[in-house]
């Protein structure tokens, strides 16, 4: 990256200027966190934020979902009477509903795509059209509005297939089938009984490619791509990769999975011509653009495109993320990234979800949860606030599916496991559970 150009400015914001972070999770957690040791950041607030946010900052009572006229402009007015330079939007849902669109203004940046840029998440058909245009290698698929019709098509699929509600699922809503019996079911799932409620009502089915996944984000300013370290995400609930998908059991940053050579095929193949697609439906995309990528024998293929931090790939990011956020993202967002550089800590993070009993199915809320203090005496060690909340007693309670996000830093990933681990041992709440073996798939037996 080029050094800075002198008396150019990097976006509006100059002086320390509030901030205010939308969303209530643990990736807003560890983003507001990290902010609030900005020399640009004066004070920050949450919406709705959770009681981790509240030690960093202030939540404030506003409707962030669905975005519409009236919370729009509540949260506009917010800002302006409030000081707030800055705006990141956490969430997939308000960016796809076009809140970065309705907050931008000559003095305040906004730290997220607009609408246009957001399709690329909230719609898998949409994003499996453009990067079959742009060239870009992903799995094989086909788009159904009709049930009847992909259930012919599943039926007489021998190979295993992936079914995908084409909407926004909270990242649930992805099947992987091992037949055309499970497929089937699948979806009926998705289309019929719409377990992803209206996230389905177009699915896409596609081919189950076979290797390690692993989570490649960037920073795209419209014009300048910044990919940050690697990391690898955890979906199934249970050890060793079983159990239902989820949002995220866990994650660890870096991944040995990526070297130089893959990288350079990564950015070649899939970063730089997804923003160009993009450019070409005329969208300027600013934010994050996440590739969930599946190293196949042919090499690295696309399995979906987000346009946010990853949750909770952002947690062991800003961990290891050395240098000032704020101005990072303040760059992204005037299109000047190529001003900035960004240095990471060389040791490794590894994060752990604890989560509630049955998630991610049906659970239970308002847990009493004891020992977060006890698992941070470990300086190697913060705890990101989830599904948290506090109860009319003034205590942290569970309000969420995963409630905890355990980020421990280490030497290597055996120790930042085992630090990790350590910490969620001192942490209860009545049906607690995380998995033990984030990071399992590439470290020796």
């Known amino acids: 990256m080029s050094k800075r150009t002198k008396n150019k400015p990097i976006s509006p914001v100059t002086t320390p200027t509030n901030v205010l972070v939308i969303g209530s999770g643990g990736r807003e957690h560890a983003l507001g966190w990290k902010l609030k040791r900005s020399r640009l950041c004066a004070q920050i607030f949450f919406a ?26 509540a949260i506009d007015y917010f800002c302006r009477h409030n000081n707030v330079g800055l705006v990141v939007i956490g969430p997939e849902d308000p960016l796809s509903q076009g809140l970065a669109d309705r907050l931008a203004r000559p003095d305040r940046a906004v730290f997220g795509p607009v609408a246009a840029g957001a399709r690329l998440e909230a719609d898998k058909a949409y994003s499996k059209q453009l990067m079959r245009a742009a060239n ?22 021998e190979t295993p297939v992936v079914v995908k509600a084409a909407g926004l699922a909270k990242g649930k809503g992805v099947i992987v089938c091992d037949n055309p019996e499970q497929a089937e079911d699948a979806v009926k799932q998705v289309m019929i009984d719409k377990a992803f409620g209206d996230a389905g009502a177009t699915a896409v089915i596609e081919e189950r490619l076979v290797g390690q996944e692993l989570s490649v984000l960037a920073l795209v300013d419209g014009k300048n791509i910044y990919v940050l370290d690697p990391a690898q995400d955890h979906k199934q609930a249970h050890e060793g990769d079983t159990g239902p998908n989820t949002g995220g059991m866990g994650a660890y940053c870096p991944t040995p999975l990526m070297d130089n050579k893959i990288m350079a095929i990564v950015e070649r193949d899939i970063l ?60 992204t967002s005037a299109g000047s990234l190529d001003e900035v550089s960004l240095t990471w800590d060389k040791r490794c993070c590894c994060c752990v979800v604890m989560a509630s009993g049955g998630y991610p199915g049906q659970y239970e809320k308002g847990k009493i949860i004891t020992g977060i203090e006890a698992a941070e005496q470990d300086p190697n060690v913060k705890v990101f606030h989830a599904g948290t909340t506090l109860n009319k007693e003034g205590q942290v309670v569970t309000s969420g599916g995963r409630v905890l996000n355990v980020c421990a830093m280490g030497e290597d990933l055996a120790e930042a496991q085992q630090r990790a681990n ?21 470290m020796k037996k």
Do not use: W
Request: aromatic share 8%; with cysteine; charged share 25%.
């Open 272 to 331: 730089v011509p997804m923003v160009d697609a993009m450019k070409r439906e005329g969208v300027e995309f600013k934010g994050v653009l996440y590739a969930g990528l599946m190293l196949t024998a042919g090499g690295p293929k696309v399995l979906e495109f987000n346009t946010r931090f990853g949750d909770p790939e952002c947690q062991p990011l800003m961990m290891r993320l050395q240098g000032d956020l704020m101005e990072i993202m303040l760059a």
């Open 422 to 442: 350590a910490a969620c041992d001192k942490i209860h709440f009545e049906g607690a559970f995380f998995r033990r073996d984030i990071g399992y798939r590439v």
């Open 136 to 157: 870009v290698p992903t799995a094989e698929a086909r788009i159904f509005t009709d049930p009847d019709a992909a259930l012919s098509y599943v039926h007489a699929h």
């Open 48 to 73: 709705p934020g959770n009681a981790g946010t509240a030690k960093v900052g202030k939540n404030i009572d506003l409707a962030i979902e669905p975005v519409n006229t009236k919370n729009a402009d």
